[in-house]
């Protein structure tokens, strides 16, 4: 009897130790994704161009100064990275995790970012922007910007996440006047054009002012993803969300949703590892 209970206790304990190393990799090791996107619009110099995504980092932390983030970036030589917001969280506020992290990959490839909803409820973006343009962060606030190889052009329109204003008016018609006035600013219409946008879940709206990519964070994965069925709950998406992860098409549009790197109220992922997305862009001319 004494032993059967040892053996009982024994495969408890294993059981335990079991889980709590699934729960341990799911929360820390990073998958990267890799996505093509073709496009008759893309100049020919920009032709294999490819771009890292990261997105909802959320303070966390993988590796002494973030060895384990900026390995991985590297290994997939990016020629552009872009950060989709919730570099910070509010409920903790630590930005040195971030910090150290843009430190070292603004040294691999130029590094274009934009707030999500944390930075601004946090109540210290102004300091968090200040130091972000002194480590050489371009730091797009409602802007648009050009690369430019051989005189070929793409542009980057980059936008404030919406909960940062204090109006009536919902996040939709904020994020719509954004937009609107970030295009303006464009000259050459028919450039390859490419936003960056925390919120995915205002995909018709994107796809309405004809991006060719969008690049977008927030939901997290679903942070709990259920094989075959997708995310189970997202920020303003709720149960069984549209858009969590991976590559969305409205006709010339495609909108790729990050599945974040941390957590913020739920402390954990399941089947939903931190990710960084690499898409290498493909002219079909």
Same mark, same amino acid.
């Given at each position: 009897?004494?032993?059967?209970?040892?053996?009982?206790?024994?495969?408890?304990?294993?059981?335990?130790?079991?889980?709590?190393?699934?729960?341990?990799?799911?929360?820390?090791?990073?998958?990267?994704?890799?996505?093509?996107?073709?496009?008759?619009?893309?100049?020919?110099?920009?032709?294999?161009?490819?771009?890292?995504?990261?997105?909802?980092?959320?303070?966390?932390?993988?590796?002494?100064?973030?060895?384990?983030?900026?390995?991985?970036?590297?290994?997939?030589?990016?020629?552009?990275?872009?950060?989709?917001?919730?570099?910070?969280?509010?409920?903790?506020?630590?930005?040195?995790?971030?910090?150290?992290?843009?430190?070292?990959?603004?040294?691999?490839?130029?590094?274009?970012?934009? @707030?999500?909803?944390? +930075?601004?409820?946090? =109540? /210290?973006?102004?300091?968090?922007?200040?130091?972000? #343009? %002194?480590?050489?962060?371009?730091?797009?606030?409602?802007?648009?910007?050009?690369?430019?190889?051989?005189?070929?052009?793409?542009?980057?329109?980059?936008?404030?996440?919406?909960?940062?204003?204090?109006?009536?008016?919902?996040?939709?018609?904020?994020?719509?006047?954004?937009? @609107?006035?970030?295009? +303006?600013?464009?000259? =050459? /219409?028919?450039?390859?054009?490419?936003?960056?946008? #925390? %919120?995915?879940?205002?995909?018709?709206?994107?796809?309405?002012?004809?991006?060719?990519?969008?690049?977008?964070?927030?939901?997290?994965?679903?942070?709990?993803?259920?094989?075959?069925?997708?995310?189970?709950?997202?920020?303003?998406?709720?149960?069984?969300?549209?858009?969590?992860?991976?590559?969305?098409?409205?006709?010339?549009?495609?909108?790729?949703?990050?599945?974040?790197?941390?957590?913020?109220?739920?402390?954990?992922?399941?089947?939903?590892?931190?990710?960084?997305?690499?898409?290498?862009?493909?002219?079909?001319?």
């Amino acid at each position: 009897m004494k032993r059967k209970t040892k053996k009982i206790w024994l495969y408890c304990l294993i059981g335990m130790m079991l889980l709590v190393y699934f729960f341990y990799f799911q929360n820390n090791s990073i998958v990267t994704s890799n996505y093509t996107i073709s496009s008759d619009v893309l100049p020919q110099n920009f032709n294999g161009y490819k771009i890292v995504q990261l997105s909802d980092l959320h303070n966390k932390t993988f590796g002494k100064d973030q060895s384990n983030i900026i390995e991985k970036v590297k290994k997939s030589s990016p020629d552009l990275i872009v950060i989709t917001g919730d570099l910070i969280d509010s409920n903790r506020y630590d930005e040195q995790p971030g910090l150290i992290l843009l430190e070292s990959l603004v040294h691999i490839a130029p590094v274009y970012y934009v @707030t999500g909803n944390h +930075e601004w409820w946090s =109540g /210290k973006f102004d300091i968090l922007e200040s130091k972000l #343009h %002194r480590i050489g962060v371009h730091v797009m606030r409602n802007t648009v910007e050009e690369i430019t190889i051989d005189n070929e052009i793409i542009q980057i329109v980059g936008i404030d996440d919406p909960v940062n204003e204090k109006e009536f008016n919902t996040e939709r018609t904020i994020t719509e006047e954004r937009i @609107t006035n970030s295009i +303006e600013k464009i000259e =050459g /219409k028919d450039h390859f054009k490419m936003l960056l946008s #925390h %919120r995915p879940e205002l995909f018709s709206l994107y796809s309405e002012y004809g991006f060719n990519v969008i690049f977008s964070g927030h939901a997290h994965g679903g942070q709990f993803r259920i094989p075959f069925l997708g995310g189970l709950i997202a920020p303003n998406q709720g149960l069984f969300p549209t858009y969590t992860s991976g590559m969305y098409k409205s006709e010339n549009t495609t909108m790729i949703v990050s599945r974040g790197l941390g957590n913020s109220i739920i402390p954990l992922r399941v089947f939903n590892r931190p990710e960084i997305v690499a898409v290498t862009l493909k002219s079909v001319k």
